[in-house]
């Protein structure tokens, strides 16, 4: 069988076209295919063997990114606000407010991303990098662009672009907040909503989006480097 490259690539590019289209005419997509592709590429996560994870990861992570970058070429005005060192402080607050309760009441975990089971230094760098570069940088974009630059602004109302960012109704701040923190792993779920509400009051008080997303990496970093320290992978 045969395959007529020419006409593969011309088809191709016109469905990247629609694609882009589609994005440019429907905001609510921009915001929430990053974290659905970053979700159902976490649902294959236990394919193969042990050691296949990481590098599943470190797909997901790159795929994930070119996504993102797809999805918002063109907008990333609509990402408001600067750079925060309040936002740095915010993020470190909550890697401590995160493990505190691990560390006075320690229990046994689930340990799903352990790059010890590598012999070869290289291999295991590798699997780190990928690993910081998912939770540093991709994870903080795609969870604060879903949950409080679209659904805490959607819940306000449905054209949430004409809603400015961190404005505060009860309803759309609470039902963000707790969703956010029942997205994690269940012996999360207390932090996790308090991190929901710290960054979700945060976003209130200063309508700086890029600032959340800078506290989250700054949140997930101190974790990496904690869980680097300190060998407690079931942090990852």
């Known amino acids: 069988m045969q395959i007529d490259l020419p006409c593969a690539v011309n088809s191709w590019h016109k469905v990247m076209v629609k ?9 609510t997509l921009r915001y929430v295919t990053p974290f659905m592709v970053f979700s159902l590429l976490s649902l294959i ?12 990861y470190a797909a997901k992570a790159l795929i994930t990114g070119a ?4 999805c918002f070429r063109g907008h990333w005005g609509e990402i408001g606000g600067k750079f925060d060192w309040c936002a740095v402080g915010l993020g470190i607050l909550v890697f401590v407010i995160w493990v505190l309760p691990e560390i006075l009441f320690p229990e046994e975990r689930p340990i799903t991303y352990n790059p010890n089971v590598f012999k070869s230094p290289f ?18 974009f795609v969870e604060e662009i879903l949950w409080r630059g679209f659904l805490m602004r959607y819940l306000i109302r449905q054209d949430f672009t ?11 701040f609470w039902i963000t907040a707790i969703s956010f923190g029942l997205m994690h792993s269940s012996w999360e779920w207390g932090v ?15 309508h700086n989006l890029r600032g959340v997303i800078l506290a989250h990496a700054a949140t997930n970093l101190c974790l990496a480097l904690f869980v680097l320290a300190t060998g407690q992978w079931k942090f990852w």
Request: hydrophobic content about 50%; overall charge positive; some cysteine.
């Open 123 to 140: 291999i295991k760098a590798a699997a780190i990098s990928f690993r910081m570069f998912g939770a540093c940088v991709i994870v903080p």
């Open 192 to 206: 996790a909503i308090v991190t929901g509400i710290l960054y979700g009051a945060y976003l209130v008080k200063t």
């Open 162 to 172: 004409s809603v400015s960012l961190g404005t505060y109704t009860h309803l759309s």
């Open 19 to 27: 694609l882009l289209k589609a994005f440019n005419q429907n905001p």
């Open 67 to 70: 996504v993102i970058l797809y």
């Open 45 to 56: 996560k236990d394919w193969g063997n042990p050691q296949s994870i990481f590098w599943i």
